[in-house]
């Protein structure tokens, strides 16, 4: 619960704050008026790439956002201050943190100290390049001339009363055409799945339209141009989405009803699952990183995968897992918001002697209270899986450090077949991480690093295994 955390707990809080106006403090006086800094800094934070966007005009407001891609974070407001000619101060309220710098370089870099979570960590911050590459190499991007047709289409979940927004590719010709709906991962995703800088729901979008299938996918709700709220929705509330998706592919006059299956990547293949144990759910399921063990388990799981990765020692694991049972068991067996955080308080160092520790404590408090976060601990894959009667295919990575393949899988397999599904395959996939690239080690720091942004070895396998089962 440190660093990762706080700044995600930030980006939600980032979330809610979308079109405020940015934060801002007097400016400090001098002399001589220094060079502007008005540009992009950008500096590594451990794992983490951080890219300030500062605005330095010339007798105005300083203002600045911060993004931090591998969190899919983007736009946090910070507060900027240049209390001397050649000091810097960005402050990121949300997280309770904040970077003080000088500048070196002739100008060019920002030399400093991150301090958050009463760690205070060396930063540098150099300046971008003016015209420099908006982003790492992604050869896999789609290209024209695109053989299918692609519309911007709105559809409407009407027992929500919400109207979600995507994108609808049709391959050319008559049809009629088997169709796909993709449903992305947990947090604010748009109908790309973008982040790190890749857009893998676009490149199996445009595979799967290039042979002959057509494809569906929409921003989540209170994300792009989807309406209702980020804030409050669950895998549950997106399961009513993907049906409210189906209804609507299978209504447009090109695409064979009774061909249309569901697609889920991790979290959205729990809601994928939900979606198909109802009445006229998908008629094929296909299963990326999908959890197939309990909530609560899965992200213990998580937290010992990641530790293994990262070097730490048993007794440092043992220590961990302990530790991330009692604050899920907390956050389980106490419905009452008030009181789990009176519990969660002391656990989570509130009661510290560094300034803002409390702040810091709720901060990470209401990821874990949230109703997205409570749904997911509450998640039970046997129980719903056993409802799932179509043909399914389950595909995971065998380096995935999130969502493990081995036991994931099994379990996929197993809650299906308890239910009498025999239309199951399942398959681990050598060297692939959690979003299917071939990864060195399954590291989330490798994520925005790899150039590739989905095996086309994956995109085979899934195009070959709808192919056989969409009937075409």
């Known amino acids: 619960m ?185 947090g604010p995703e748009d109908r790309n799945e973008t982040l790190f800088g890749h857009q893998p729901f676009w490149v199996l979008a445009d595979y799967l339209s290039r042979r002959g299938i057509a494809v569906l996918r929409f921003d989540d709700r209170g994300v792009g141009q989807s309406g209702g709220s980020q804030a409050t929705s669950t895998s549950a509330d997106y399961a009513a989405d993907a049906r409210a998706a189906l209804a609507f592919v299978r209504a447009q006059p090109k695409i064979a009803p009774a061909h249309v299956g569901l697609l889920g990547h991790s979290e959205g293949g729990t809601a994928a699952i939900a979606a198909a144990g109802q009445p006229q759910g998908p008629n094929f ?74 702040a810091r404590a709720d901060g990470q408090i209401n990821v874990l209270l949230s109703p997205a976060y409570r749904h997911l601990l509450a998640d039970r894959p046997a129980q719903t899986l056993a409802r799932v009667h179509c043909p399914v295919l389950a595909l995971g990575g065998t380096k995935d450090v999130q969502v493990a393949a081995g036991p994931n899988l099994a379990a996929i397999a197993q809650g299906l077949q308890a239910g009498g599904n025999r239309n199951v395959t399942t398959q681990a996939l050598p060297g692939l991480n959690h979003l299917f690239q071939t990864a060195p080690t399954g590291s989330v720091a490798e994520y925005g690093i790899i150039e590739e942004t989905f095996a086309p070895s994956t995109l085979q396998i899934i195009g070959n295994w709808v192919a056989a089962h969409a009937g075409r």
């Open 2 to 186: 440190g660093l990762l955390l706080l700044i995600e707990a930030a980006r939600r809080a980032g979330k809610l704050l979308a079109g405020a106006a940015l934060l801002t403090l007097p400016l400090g006086t001098c002399a001589q008026a220094p060079a502007s800094l008005t540009g992009d800094w950008t500096g590594a934070l451990g794992p983490l790439t951080l890219t300030a966007h500062l605005a330095d005009p010339a007798g105005g407001p300083r203002t600045a956002t911060l993004d931090v891609p591998m969190q899919h974070a983007q736009g946090l407001p910070l507060q900027f201050t240049a209390p001397t000619a050649d000091s810097v101060y960005l402050r990121l309220p949300q997280a309770g943190a904040y970077f003080a710098g000088r500048r070196a370089a002739a100008g060019q870099q920002l030399m400093g100290t991150w301090h958050q979570n009463g760690q205070a960590l060396p930063l540098t911050l150099a300046r971008a390049a003016p015209g420099s590459a908006a982003g790492p190499r992604r050869p896999q991007v789609p290209q024209p001339p695109f053989p299918y047709q692609s519309a911007d289409v709105t559809f409407t979940n009407a027992r929500a009363g919400v109207v979600l927004a995507g994108t609808l590719t049709t391959p050319a010709g008559p049809g009629p055409f088997p169709a796909v709906v993709l449903l992305t991962g947990s």
């Open 285 to 358: 399921l296909v299963l990326l990183a999908a959890p197939g063990l309990p909530g609560n388990e899965l992200i213990v799981q998580q937290v010992l995968a990641l530790g293994k990765l990262g070097g730490a020692t048993p007794a440092q694991l043992q220590s961990a897992e302990k530790m991330q049972r009692q604050v899920l068991n907390i956050v389980e067996q106490t419905p009452n918001d008030a009181q789990a955080r009176a519990q969660l308080r002391p656990l989570l160092g509130a009661g510290g002697a560094a300034p803002g520790a409390l």
